[in-house]
């Protein structure tokens, strides 16, 4: 059994992302750290001010996100240096009787997703999947780039049949969770336990699924499973960020079970569309933006739901800690500083290439006076974590590199690694005016390096 409490941490804080809302995370659970492992029971450190709150506000979905990932005897205790602990481990019987313990975050539901031309059709096989599992699409195999909507659909689908399933029971788990709770048992002898929690369960809905290429022991247990649910008539509701005959490193075998049923996708989001989820977040957030904001920022961010919310709350963010009205050509500045000008016209003419992801490692140790040895390295000085993280944000904002292949690219880490490091570095860009110029001039700085190569070559 690993029992690196890091290892372990970064499958569970995986969990925590999707169970609490963004900022919540950020504000309240981003500074948790691992601390120890005994037995089942992952120990975690607080700052010393806040563990006794982090503990009683956060010690169910705490609790609850370990038995997602170790089973239900997993728990959670929560410490402060120099303090005493306090525990937070689930109860016997917590998978079944936690709002949180089969996975399904309650925020993300039909009513709450946004329908436009580029995902109708994903959203209708979904809704018809929940309304009546295992009679038509089975499995439902939906596919689409990161941000588009893919996991809000599988909550939705989740929260539906709590609602109104007459007793169906469901489980949510990403392929990584599924494959360390996997390692978990193999090693921890407690194998029929975890058959019974991913086998006995009407719906299963399995994200990310892509990630389990070259995991071979793990696709065989995949595998198994999928027959066994199919066997007993329940569901499987897949994700992933590609068809499934382009999962090449897969056996044949679970391709062709995923081409089996229903395979749609989702693209990213339309102007239209993008326009509604904006509207969306800014009365949720009761920020006042008005239309015109809205449209330059729609009109800007055309990847992604993530990123078009993320854009945003950093022009909310800036707007307010400037002290500056919120308007069109506010919103343009701040994009500008943190997409760079020639990426807004790059549909326009030549546009500039996107930097290289050395380009962007080399400017981040220019910039902070470090070396790339250092850069890559896995050392956890704090004059390196920062240049690191905000490396990191720079390649997934300015390149179309995928999380793993970022984290490959930045010394073999974890793809969590990577997201974690993203959503830290947007997080302090929004309060830190100071860490906002320093990325500003580095995003402008490679913005002039790409169009000078361009010119060059002309």
């Avoid at 169910?60 to 410490?79: I, M």
């Avoid at 679970?254 to 996708?265: H, K, M, N, Q």
């Avoid at 793993?404 to 490091?421: K, L």
Wanted: glycine residues 8%; hydrophobic residues 40%; charged residues 25%.
């Amino acid at each position: 059994m690993n029992q690196d409490p890091a290892y372990i941490w970064r499958s569970i804080e995986s969990e925590l992302k999707r169970a609490v809302p963004e900022h919540t995370y950020d504000l309240w659970l981003a500074d948790l750290r691992p601390v120890g492992v005994d037995g089942h029971t992952v120990t975690v450190e607080a700052p010393a001010g806040l563990r006794s709150r982090i503990a009683d506000r956060f010690g169910r979905v705490l609790a609850s996100c370990a038995v997602a990932v170790l089973g239900p005897q997993a728990g959670v205790e929560v410490v402060a240096a120099g303090g005493v602990p306090r525990e937070t481990r689930a109860p016997a019987g917590a998978e079944q009787h936690a709002p949180d313990g089969d996975g399904i975050n309650p925020r993300l539901t039909f009513e709450s997703f946004v329908i436009g031309d580029t995902n109708r059709f994903a959203h209708a096989a979904a809704l018809s999947v929940a309304e009546s599992p295992a009679q038509g699409y089975n499995p439902l195999f939906i596919y689409g780039p990161p941000g588009v909507g893919k996991t809000h659909l599988l909550h939705a689908i989740g929260n539906y049949i709590r609602l109104y399933g007459a007793g169906l029971t469901v489980r949510y788990a990403t392929i990584e969770a599924f494959t360390n709770a996997f390692v978990w048992a193999l090693h921890g002898g407690d194998i029929e336990r975890f058959k019974s929690r991913f086998r006995r369960t009407d719906v299963l809905l399995i994200d990310d699924i892509q990630f389990l290429e070259s995991k071979v022991k793990t696709e065989e247990e995949f595998f198994h499973t999928f027959n066994a649910l199919q066997d007993a008539g329940s569901q499987l509701v897949l994700t992933c960020d590609r068809l499934p005959r382009n999962l090449e490193a897969l056996h044949d075998r679970l391709r062709e079970r995923f081409e089996a049923g229903l395979v749609t996708d989702i693209q990213p989001p339309d102007i239209a569309t993008r326009m509604t989820v904006l509207r969306k977040r800014a009365q949720h957030d009761g920020a006042g933006v008005s239309e015109a904001v809205l449209e330059t920022i729609a009109w800007r961010i055309d990847g992604n739901i993530r990123a078009l919310e993320g854009a945003l709350i950093r022009v909310v963010a800036y707007s307010s800690l400037s002290e500056q009205a919120m308007t069109a050509e506010l919103a343009s500045t701040v994009l500008d500083g943190f997409y760079g000008p020639q990426r807004r016209s790059a549909g326009a003419g030549r546009g500039a290439a996107p930097p290289s992801i050395e380009a962007i490692q080399d400017a981040v140790c220019q910039s902070f006076s470090i070396s790339r040895d250092e850069l890559l390295s896995s050392s956890r000085a704090a004059r390196l974590v920062w240049p690191r993280q905000v490396a990191m944000y720079l390649a997934r904002e300015n390149t179309d590199l995928t999380f793993p292949d970022i984290a490959r690219r930045f010394g073999g880490r974890n793809h969590t690694t990577v997201m974690h490091a993203v959503k830290r570095t947007a997080a302090r860009l929004a309060t830190d005016r100071e860490a906002y110029d320093t990325v500003r001039e580095l995003t402008e700085r490679l913005s002039r390096s790409t169009g000078a190569d361009l010119d060059r070559r002309d």
